[in-house]
C-alpha cells in the first residue's frame, strides 16, 4: 500500500467512526422524542447482542465427557456473579478470569 493509499484509508475510516458517532445526535436531538421503534431497539438490542456473543463464543466448543467442562463452568459462574452484582462489565472481566483460570490451572 502506498503512502497516499494509506492516507486515503485512514481519512475513510476516521470518517466513518465520525459520522457514526455523531449521526445519532444529529438525528435526534436532545429535546426531541425519538420514535417509538428507536426506543425499542434500544431496549431489545443489548439482549441480542448478549446472545450473539454467547452463541458466537460457544460455536467451536466440543461438550463430551471432558471437553466443554471449563465453558459449562465459567457460564455458570458468570449467571452467578451476574445475579449477585448486576454489572455488565464486571460479569464479562470476571467470567474471562476465571474461565482463564480453569484453563490454565484445570483443564
Sequence with gaps: ?????SIFTIAAVAAGTVLTRFLPFLIF???KTPPKYITWLGTVLPHAVIGLL???C???AVFSASH???ELIA???IFILHRW???TLLSIAGGTVFYM???QNFF
Design 101 to 103: 483460570f480453569l484453563v
Design 1 to 5: 500500500m502506498t503512502t497516499l493509499q
Design 54 to 56: 454467547v452463541v458466537y
Design 85 to 87: 452484582k448486576k454489572n
Design 75 to 77: 457460564m455458570g459462574f
Design 68 to 70: 466443554g467442562l471449563p
Design 29 to 31: 436531538p436532545e429535546g
Design 58 to 60: 460457544l460455536k467451536d
